[in-house]
């Protein structure tokens, strides 16, 4: 063998053998002998030792061992549970097994489905239908009141209801239930009251808890007096009588008729001018103008032409009828803007945006993104300082979702004092929700209780709420 190849022969030896030696761990391994291996016993009990073992144990096959190259973890005991034995797993390992009363928050502050609708009975008399309707499948207690308008009494009431005094309010009254609605069920309750019939009576109402304070929903509607057929309505305005339109379309077509004429009476003078006919005036041969002679006439310069001008009493009528018209529609514009003038509306702060409405309890009113309605507003006691609790509900009326802010909803006294809303009072009446925290979704409906700590015996007149800083509000009269 030449010297240079023996390195490259002695190379690929090494590397042979060191792949024989790599791949002898997968090869598989025999079995050892029976009789070699001495099988690993636990030490028994005194009575295992004494027991005979059964023929079934001594005839089956002894099991191949298990390899014992490495150390295996312990097994726990149900491995070793014989044929025929069935564990039974915790129920930390079964998902789902968890039972209802550890699973937190299961049903926790969730409303019971009850819904309120207010309808104005079809009487003469003020009368309102109100369907108080349970949609879960468990009875709810329930406390439904219904507010009275101002200076009205409840003549009639169903269901054992009874009429009581507003908490916190001396000049307005309320109807109240209490009832257990079963479920799946409707409840029609009915009050009829006595008033004045010269205005729209409205009268919400709202099912609470058992306790009457958290409000579960809110209805509201409003009894009109029907008219009566024959009645005298008040006449129209003078501009919106038959006589007058008719008197005015007479004096314009009089007016129309003498411009034409005047304008008709100048063209003919005008081609009269222009030809120099002047009508049946003799010329300087004495002969009427128009005729032909048999000789020339000599040139005569025809007369100067004045030009007429309108009558005077046309002219002054003219203007006259102008300056009527001017004045008429002058003042019927400055009346309908002093009408559509609001007297009782207040000025708010800041109302840049929309228009500010006011009305009394139980009316939507409107303004830039939301809709309001108060539906009650009770109060404690008199002491020195007092919370008073407005039921609101609150609607959005954009396409999109919207936030309003706690300190721009406010509560007037009286005297002019005003209050913003109590947030940590209202979240505790909210169950600790943050009502101001969480915007409205687009054209949703919450409803939500207020809380304003106000100081001083007389309990807030006026509610003046709004979603923005730059919003006009509206305000809410509280009897």
Not at 126 to 150: K, M
Not at 307 to 312: K, S
Not at 337 to 353: K, L, N
Request: hydrophobic share 40%.
């Amino acid at each position: 063998m030449p010297a240079s190849t023996r390195p490259h022969r002695t190379l690929a030896v090494l590397v042979h053998c060191l792949g024989v030696l790599t791949a002898l761990p997968a090869l598989p391994t025999p079995d050892p002998p029976r009789t070699a291996v001495a099988p690993v016993v636990a030490p028994a009990s005194p009575s295992a030792v004494a027991a005979p073992a059964s023929p079934s144990a001594m005839a089956a096959p002894a099991s191949p061992p298990a390899r014992t190259a490495l150390a295996e973890p312990a097994r726990p005991a149900a491995a070793t549970v014989g044929p025929g034995t069935r564990t039974t797993p915790g129920t930390g390992s079964t998902p789902g097994a968890a039972s209802p009363s550890t699973r937190p928050g299961a049903d926790r502050g969730a409303s019971p489905a009850v819904r309120v609708r207010v309808a104005p009975a079809g009487t003469p008399a003020p009368a309102y239908r109100i369907e108080v309707r349970n949609d879960g499948n468990a009875p709810v207690a329930t406390t439904v009141r219904q507010e009275l308008p101002p200076g009205s009494s409840a003549t009639t009431v169903s269901a054992g209801g009874r009429t009581t005094r507003s908490a916190g309010r001396a000049d307005s009254a309320e109807v109240t239930w209490r009832l257990t609605l079963p479920a799946r069920s409707t409840t029609t309750l009915n009050t009829a009251l006595t008033a004045a019939v010269d205005r729209p009576l409205t009268a919400p109402a709202c099912a609470f808890d058992g306790s009457g304070n958290r409000p579960y929903d809110c209805a509201t509607a409003t009894w009109q007096q029907a008219a009566k057929p024959g009645a005298d309505a008040a006449p129209p305005p003078l501009r919106q009588r038959p006589t007058t339109v008719a008197a005015a379309g007479a004096l314009l077509l009089a007016m129309l008729a003498a411009i034409g004429w005047w304008l008709l009476r100048r063209r003919r003078r005008v081609t009269d001018a222009t030809t120099g006919r002047f009508g049946a005036d003799p010329d300087l041969t004495g002969r009427p103008e128009g005729r032909g002679t048999v000789y020339p006439r000599p040139a005569v310069p025809s007369p100067a032409y004045r030009r007429r001008r309108p009558p005077v009493w046309l002219v002054v009528g003219m203007a006259l009828a102008i300056l009527a018209g001017v004045v008429g529609a002058a003042a019927w514009t400055a009346t309908t803007r002093v009408a559509a003038i609001d007297t009782g509306a207040q000025p708010t702060s800041g109302a840049w945006t929309g228009q500010g409405h006011a009305g009394p309890l139980g009316v939507p009113l409107r303004e830039a993104a939301f809709e309001f309605t108060v539906y009650r507003m009770a109060c404690d006691p008199a002491t020195a300082r007092r919370r008073c609790q407005a039921t609101v509900g609150v609607r959005n009326l954009t396409p999109q979702q919207q936030v309003w802010h706690g300190e721009l909803q406010r509560a007037y006294l009286p005297d002019g004092r005003w209050v913003g809303a109590d947030e940590p009072a209202t979240r505790a009446a909210n169950q600790g929700r943050d009502v101001f925290a969480e915007p409205v979704a687009a054209d949703g409906r919450m409803l939500v209780p207020l809380v304003f700590t106000v100081g001083g015996p007389e309990p807030p007149n006026q509610v003046e709420l709004r979603s923005g800083v730059f919003s006009a509000g509206v305000r809410v009269d509280v009897p």
